[in-house]
């Protein structure tokens, strides 16, 4: 299974490369963009090429794992749907065919003839990763897992309106970036179909940082297995938290800006003035708690859906943490979910849809979540929370 993680951090590499060539050639660009306005308003491609970008990263990411392990072709799932039409109202189903030539040829469909845009990203779906696979620990992983168990989920690019307003913020050491293409990612998680634990993930940040010849990426991942815990990245240390006005400790926690604000005001005397923060995507702001700039990520809603979790949160279990039903933790008397050992109560699971829910809903995180790597700090959010909201 070291194999399935060098070819989810490889497919993921690509998608972050297609994720870049849409914004930086031109004509990919301006489809990108532009929104038709009059007689041209209906035509689905241009508005919806966000999507197409989405889909066509989904679709190289189900292909090229499929390639290699077939047996688990049918359980690899994503947030988009294949499905296009036309400018002339003609259906298309979006695939990754054998060669670049035949690939171009099928998007030149969706694009109503743009033999440009088509080529180009064809290009990048077929062109071959350029990662080099520094991290040491991964030719070394022995994960008693098999193929025919396992289940993959897919966020093609999280965060995918900072994606296309593509503001480039200035990141500051030590501190998240609340918004811009920092926050948009690649997010794969690998899930054991009988459970719907998740196991290994990898996340891609196409818009790392810049330099004088463009935007460079950076990957992390992490696989929990039984005893088989790694990870790219160290756990965060503990740092000295600040004093609150209260007296207590100050914990540092990441929402989203439109979070209720019951919930902010409940939290706000464990964080003081400073340390109640704000970003974008759901994948980001996990990704946050990750590298510690973050004690933990925080939503009372259930806007979020298994693909924008399972991968991130594979990596918080590695590190010793994970991610918990938020409306379950606080319907519940029991602290057993940090119980080492166990099936943590109140972790999310990957492999059960809400059969009384329609359309996305059926994979969403109706209870809400909390993201941790610290079982203590968990238990005194949860404690804030009760009965507030």
Known sequence: MADLLKLLLRVAEKAANVARVCRQEAPLFQLLVQEKTGVD??????????TLADVVIQEMIRHDVGAQFPE???????????????????????????????TAALLATV??????????LACAIHQDAKLTLTDTGTDDLHIPLSPSDLGIWIDPIDATSQYIEGRE????????????LQCALVLIGVYLRATGEPVMGVINQPFNHKDPTGWKGKHFWGVSCGSVKACSVLRPKDRPAKTTAAGG???????????????KEALAPLCGPDRLMYASGAGYKILCVILGLADVYVLSEGSTFKWDS???????RALGGGMVDLKECLHSSSSSHCQVGHQDQGELTYHQPHTESTGADHWANQGGLVAYLNCQILHRVIGELKGKF
């Open 41 to 50: 308003k209906n035509k689905k491609f241009v508005q919806d090429f966000k």
């Open 72 to 102: 688990m072709i049918d359980h690899i799932q994503g947030e988009e749907s294949n499905k296009f039409e036309n400018g002339l109202g003609e259906s298309v189903i979006v695939t990754v065919c054998g060669t670049e030539k035949e």
């Open 111 to 120: 694009l109503d003839g743009d033999q440009t845009a088509a080529t180009l």
């Open 169 to 180: 913020e200035a990141a500051v050491e030590g501190r998240l970036c609340p918004s811009g």
């Open 249 to 263: 400790p100050g914990l540092s926690v990441v929402m989203s800006s439109s979070e209720k604000q019951a919930v």
């Open 310 to 316: 399972c991968g991130p949160h594979a990596l918080l």
